[in-house]
């Protein structure tokens, strides 16, 4: 037997499919909020903290990170924004090889929570951290200024090789993490892709137009 039809629905009358429709339409982006005080965050490039306890960013508003701008601030410590690169001081591809990453692209930066280096490179799974002793952080990055102006958690030395050069600078550690996260975004096959490195070549150059030439009043 075949089913009755279906009375037709009335116009301006509640439908279910029209009761879903909101759960398909695009929803607005949610805005992002200071992970400590929960203050909307009106612009994108806003500043983080380090949590030095779980390792981790979080958002911040103005007033929490210059709270936490200072040393002894507790757990949190405010991520600075300087860029700094050393003209004088260069890379080999020999000293390069003493550090046993396996991509162009790694990151430096002490944990004092860890008491030791911290080398991370970004991968499909993330951020991938290898250990490095002592003996080749200094036989490598020692001799740069850079290693000696680090502050701890909050800033990574960021070293790339490409195309025959080896650059070095001394970056805000929240920028490493955004790079971290494009790579995994866009990594296709064994190298990246092309678009993953055209997005490196991208961010690197965005680098190097923001950082500033050590000058002699930076050294310690």
């Known amino acids: ?10 116009p301006g009358a509640p439908t279910a499919h029209r009761g879903l429709r909101r759960f398909r339409a695009p929803q607005p982006p949610t805005p992002e909020r200071c992970e400590l005080c929960g203050e909307q965050l009106a612009d994108h490039n806003h500043r983080h903290l380090v949590d030095t306890e779980r390792r981790a960013l ?3 508003c103005t007033p929490c990170a ?20 050393d003209p004088g001081h260069t890379l080999d591809a020999a000293t390069w090889d003493l550090l046993q990453i396996p991509v162009g692209v790694a990151f430096f930066l ?3 929570d860890l008491d030791r280096l911290v080398a991370l490179y970004p991968s499909p799974a993330g951020a991938t951290e290898s250990e ?27 070293v790339r090789r490409a195309e025959g050069s080896i ?23 064994f190298d990246g892709g092309a678009e993953a ?11 190097a137009s923001r950082a500033r030439p050590l000058r002699e009043a930076d050294r310690p």
């Open 110 to 112: 002490k944990n004092t």
């Open 132 to 158: 490095l002793d002592p003996g080749t952080w200094e036989t490598v990055l020692g001799a740069t200024t850079l290693a000696r102006l680090l502050a701890p958690d909050v800033e990574a030395l960021l």
């Open 1 to 10: 037997m075949s089913a009755p039809p279906t009375a037709p629905a009335r």
């Open 197 to 207: 490195r055209a997005a490196l070549t991208d961010f690197f150059a965005r680098v």
């Open 58 to 60: 979080a958002c911040a």
């Open 167 to 189: 650059d070095c600078f001394l970056v805000p550690v929240d920028i490493c993490y955004e790079l971290v996260g494009r790579m995994r975004l866009l990594w296709q096959g």
């Open 66 to 85: 210059l709270l936490f701008d200072r040393p002894g601030a507790g757990q949190f410590r405010t991520v600075p924004d300087r860029c700094l690169v």
